[in-house]
């Protein structure tokens, strides 16, 4: 499976941008699928999931309130709707995607085969 992740760019504080993740082949309703960042000088850190049947969701406690992800099974896609957007929300953001990670390892990047390119998203104060 390849992700091809989109959707980045340059936004004011305040503002709203949205990501999209293609996969480019189908995925079940059952696989995971989600978003890391990587800020300038710091580690990968967990940001968002979608998966599991049911619809089930997690969110980093620094964008819950204020990011939404959301998928569409018949387009393989999933996206990361972000409001608000903070200077600290600046960073690389990859697209990730597993069939068989377990919901007590979700916010492990150890636990996703599957990593897109990365979009960059930068918020300017």
């Known amino acids: 499976v390849q992700l091809q992740a989109s959707g980045g760019g340059l936004v004011q504080a305040g503002g709203s941008l949205r990501l999209a993740c293609v996969a480019s082949?189908?995925?079940?309703?059952?696989?995971?699928m989600g978003w890391f960042r990587q800020a300038p000088g710091k580690e990968r850190e967990f940001v968002s999931v979608?998966?599991?049947?049911?619809?089930?969701?997690s969110y980093a406690e620094s964008v819950k309130g204020r990011f939404i992800i959301s998928r569409d099974n018949a387009k393989n896609t999933v996206y990361l709707q972000m409001n608000s957007l903070r200077p600290e929300d600046t960073a690389v953001y990859y697209c990730?995607?597993?069939?068989?990670?377990?919901?007590?390892?979700?916010?492990?990047?150890?636990?996703?085969?599957?990593w897109g390119q990365g979009t960059l998203v930068t918020v300017s104060s």
């Open positions: 990730v995607a597993s069939s068989s990670v377990i919901r007590s390892n979700l916010r492990s990047r150890t636990a996703y085969a599957y």
């Open positions: 979608f998966g599991f049947d049911g619809g089930y969701t």
């Open positions: 082949e189908r995925t079940s309703s059952r696989w995971v």
